[in-house]
């Protein structure tokens, strides 16, 4: 008896040391996936880097024109990147204020508008596959208040 108890305290003790090294495991992947989940992203944002650093360069050429074509090549290349990543921006125009998708910066009183609306776009916001990553800073437009309110 003593035997059979013996052997499965050392079956229990094994399987607490398996299951100890499963989740070390574990741990370590998740760990090194999350450092190295963005290593595609950051190669692709080096080649937009290495292009501003090339556009400066042509900066020192004191051609202006060629400076501002190679800054909107980048800037495109830079939008290009984050829609095949899924980052796209939100559209405002003629939009209803929404408070998850704008953030109010200031707001306009006008006689135009029966509930809130987006006026200015101050700063774009953007969402990554449909959910919020940042939200569009902007000027509201509110209906004037009546004189008897």
Same mark, same amino acid.
């Given at each position: ?11 229990? @003790? ?26 595609? @992203? ?108």
């Amino acid at each position: 008896l003593q035997k059979n108890v013996d052997k499965l305290k050392e079956e229990v @003790l094994r399987q607490l040391a398996e299951k100890d090294n499963l989740r070390k495991r574990f741990e370590k992947e998740k760990e090194d996936f999350y450092q190295f989940a963005l290593s595609d @992203l950051l190669k692709e944002l080096l080649g937009i880097l290495d292009n501003f650093e090339r556009a400066l360069q042509v900066s020192d050429d004191h051609n202006p024109a060629s400076f501002r074509q190679g800054v909107e090549m980048i800037y495109r290349q830079l939008q290009d990147l984050l829609f095949k990543k899924g980052v796209e921006p939100i559209e405002i125009k003629d939009k209803k204020f929404d408070p998850y998708l704008h953030q109010a910066f200031m707001t306009e009183e006008s006689d135009e508008v029966e509930e809130m609306q987006v006026g200015k776009e101050l700063q774009k916001g953007y969402t990554l596959k449909g959910r919020l990553l940042r939200p569009a800073l902007v000027k509201v437009i509110v209906p004037r208040k009546k004189e008897n309110e």
